[in-house]
T-cell receptor, first 109, second 114 residues
């Protein structure tokens, strides 16, 4: 079966760095997405990786290793507004997104 | 530019009733999707449409139907609602002709079936 695993919840301190991991087993791979979802709101796109390596976008970076079925999202200089759930999703061989359950990130002052 | 709109925002429905959730996008995206989101679970695909006039079944299609008469609208119908269909429903769209296939989400409909 297809499976996306990520931690349920993480806590970090304002101004610090946090890494959210995602491992996946899917039928085919056509890219990995990270989305941010604030409580009660819709998911919004953060990043996309299809090749191995690091993609940097401001305070957020995303890494992919296809051979290991592994990705992480790195958030630097954490702000209170970064408190949200972070969703990992893999596009499978049918070009459908398979979603993880999300990681709830709690930022403390 | 509104992006994607959904209606209603929330709804309480008696079991056995018929309900249609509306979704409209103004980005001229060819692909549209319906997901449900339940606590502790990832977004699960109900139905999708790669282009106007075509639809397909996702992971959890039972009890739901969709239609795609034109590019902009993608309504989701619950023919006879059951309590297990209590969930938050998100509509999304993407321009699958492009390379990224990023999905854009509507604000969601919170549905409670009693």
């Amino acid at each position: 079966g297809q499976n996306i695993d990520q931690p349920t919840e993480m806590t970090a301190t304002e101004g610090a760095i946090v890494q959210i991991n995602c491992t996946y087993q899917t039928s085919g791979f056509n890219g990995l997405f990270w989305y941010q979802q604030h409580a009660g709101e819709a998911p919004t796109f953060l990043s996309y990786n299809v090749l191995d390596g690091l993609e940097e976008k401001g305070r957020f970076s995303s890494f992919l290793s296809r051979s290991k079925g592994y990705s992480y999202l790195l958030l630097k200089e954490l702000q209170m507004k970064d408190s949200a759930s972070y969703l990992c999703a893999v596009m499978d061989s049918n070009y459908q997104l398979i979603w993880g359950a999300g990681t709830k990130l709690i930022i403390k002052p | 530019i509104a992006g994607i709109t959904q209606a209603p925002t929330s709804q309480i429905l008696a079991a056995g009733r018929r309900m249609t959730l509306r979704c409209t996008q103004d980005m001229r995206h060819n692909a549209m999707y319906w997901y449900r989101q339940d606590l502790g679970l990832g977004l699960r695909l109900i139905h999708y449409s790669n282009t106007a006039g075509t639809t397909g079944k996702g992971e959890v299609p039972d009890g739901y139907s969709v239609s795609r008469a034109n590019t902009d609208d993608f309504p989701l119908t619950l023919a006879s609602a059951v309590p297990s269909q209590t969930s938050v429903y998100f509509c999304a769209s993407s321009d699958s002709a492009g390379g990224l296939n990023e999905q854009f989400f509507g604000p969601g409909t919170r549905l409670t079936v009693l």
